[in-house]
Structures are given as C-alpha cells and as structure tokens.
C-alpha cells in the first residue's frame, strides 16, 4: 500500500509561519510576527485547504504543537488534511546540543512525553543514546519528534536535507534503512527524504536498494537551490523513478507562478509541489496555476 502512495498534488508549505524566508529577513520577520497569532495560521492552513490544498508539510519546530493543538479541534481538518512532517527541525538540536550535550538534550525532549511514551521511547531504542549507539540514538529522536503528529493524519515524514544529504554523501546505507524501516514499521506511513542534491541522493538510494522514493527537492526555471546543476537535477529525474515533489518553485519569489508551472509541467515527471502561501489572494493564485499540473 505505500509503495503506491502518491501525494497530494499541491502540499502547502510551513516556512511562512515560522518566520522562514530564503530572500528576505525583514520580510521573514514580517510574516513571523503575522503567524504569531495562531488564529491567523490556522485561517490561512484552512484556506488553503478548502481551495485545492490537501496536504500540509510541518517540520519540528516548536510552535508546530500549537497548529496541531488547534487542528485537532477541527474535524474535517484532523481527519482529512494530510500532513506531511519534515524532520528533525536542525537549528533546535544544534542548539541544543551545543548546549547541554546530547545525553542531557535528550533527556530534555523526553520531559515533553508521558512516561508511557518515555518507556517506549526508551525501550525501542533511547538506551542506545546512553549508550553512544546512533542507531539507538536515531530511532530515540524520531519517535521523540513524531510524538505530536499521532493526533494528525500523518502521510509521510521526510528526513531532512541536512541529514539526507550528509547520509548520502558519506553513503551511510544502513543509516537510511534504518530510517525507512522504523518509519514504515512503527509509523506505518510512508518515509521520505528532501534533499538539495537530487543527483546524489537518488543514486545513493536506487545503489542502497532504495526503489522509487519519495523525495522533495528545488526545481524551478532559475535553478535556485538546484545543485549541483539544473541540468543535472533533471537529469537524474528523467533518469531513475522515484516520487517527485518541487520545492522552491518560485524560487523564494523571485519567479512568477505561471513562469514556474510552465517549467514544472514539461519536466513530466514531477506531479507534486509544495508552496508557501501567506495571504487568501498568494494562495488563489498559486493553486490556480499550481493545479494544472
């Protein structure tokens, strides 16, 4: 069954809420101080949804709690808008473990769980932090990270590019099977990875025995974030199957939509993408172009 999952076609994306934005920091500030009003996330997440928006992607950050707090208290979206989570959100676990150390972060983060989940948690794999065991580690940060989407309808969960690409680059195969199959056995949904290297990723994965992945990477008609090459990215799209969503297709708004569709739909392969939107008339626009896809 989730060999042939296949994602919604249009994923709203989360970095507007989080103050996130690749060209502009006063502009990032801007919308992270309009989002600090959860009211004002959840109108846009619903917006969005009754447009054509089916999936959201939510990474780890903190406030996430908060948006799935209230999510859940709306049926329709607790039960139909499928989420897709980005993990682990990297600037809080370099922090912290900068900070305290890794044993002590996690201890920490366990805090945030009942003790029922802190003894599976530990049982299924957190000794091995004690341990200096990173597959132990691993499992241990996942379900600690996972523990607010079990009230959601979780689709998938991506491991961040960060790590996906750190994997791939040191080809550390069993690391990313470890991944897959805790996600896939535990969570019975689908495990994901996003990259800013298409090439390298998915020859890593399709050499590990990884077949028709599914992945997120930046395509868009500048080739921002597109690396090594553009043409190397698509080239490797054409080349080895795989589950395809775009990433930075307006290349932090710097193309139009419609320059970006026009790209994304002759690239054929790609039948997904996930876009930002901080405003009722973004999202309108970016669905309708977006949509026909």
């Not at 500030?29 to 009754?50: D, L, M, Q, T, W």
């Not at 607790?78 to 370099?94: D, R």
């Not at 600690?144 to 996906?164: D, G, T």
């Amino acid at each position: 069954m989730l060999n042939n999952f296949i994602p919604d076609k249009i994923i709203l994306g989360h970095n507007q809420f989080f103050g996130t934005d690749h060209m502009s920091a006063e502009r990032g500030a801007e919308r992270a101080g309009y989002f600090s009003k959860i009211e004002n996330v959840i109108h846009i997440i619903r917006f969005a949804y009754e447009n054509g928006a089916k999936g959201l992607m939510l990474s780890t950050h903190d406030n996430t709690k908060l948006i799935i707090n209230e999510l859940v208290k709306d049926d329709e979206l607790k039960n139909n808008l499928n989420i897709y989570v980005l993990l682990p959100y990297m600037a809080k676990y370099v922090r912290m473990a900068n900070e305290r150390g890794m044993v002590n972060m996690v201890g920490e983060i366990l805090g945030e769980a009942t003790w029922k989940e802190r003894i599976g948690i530990m049982s299924s794999g957190g000794m091995g932090v004690l341990k200096k065991d990173i597959s132990g580690m691993l499992k241990a940060l996942i379900d600690i990270e996972l523990l607010p989407f079990k009230k959601v309808n979780m689709k998938a969960v991506f491991l961040h590019n960060a790590l996906s690409d750190m994997v791939a680059g040191l080809k550390f195969d069993d690391i990313a099977h470890l991944f897959e199959s805790h996600i896939t056995e535990k969570y019975q949904v689908l495990p994901a990875f996003c990259t800013m290297n298409s090439p390298l990723l998915t020859n890593f994965l399709s050499e590990a025995g990884i077949a028709n992945p599914l992945l997120m990477a930046p395509f868009n008609p500048i080739g921002f974030q597109m690396n090594p090459t553009r043409e190397e990215a698509e080239k490797i799209l054409r080349a080895i199957p795989c589950r395809m969503i775009a990433m930075s297709t307006l290349a932090a708004g710097y193309i139009k939509p419609r320059e970006s569709y026009n790209y994304i739909a002759g690239l054929k392969k790609i039948n997904s993408v996930v876009v930002g939107a901080s405003s009722e008339e973004h999202i309108k626009e970016l669905i309708s172009v977006m949509s026909r896809l």
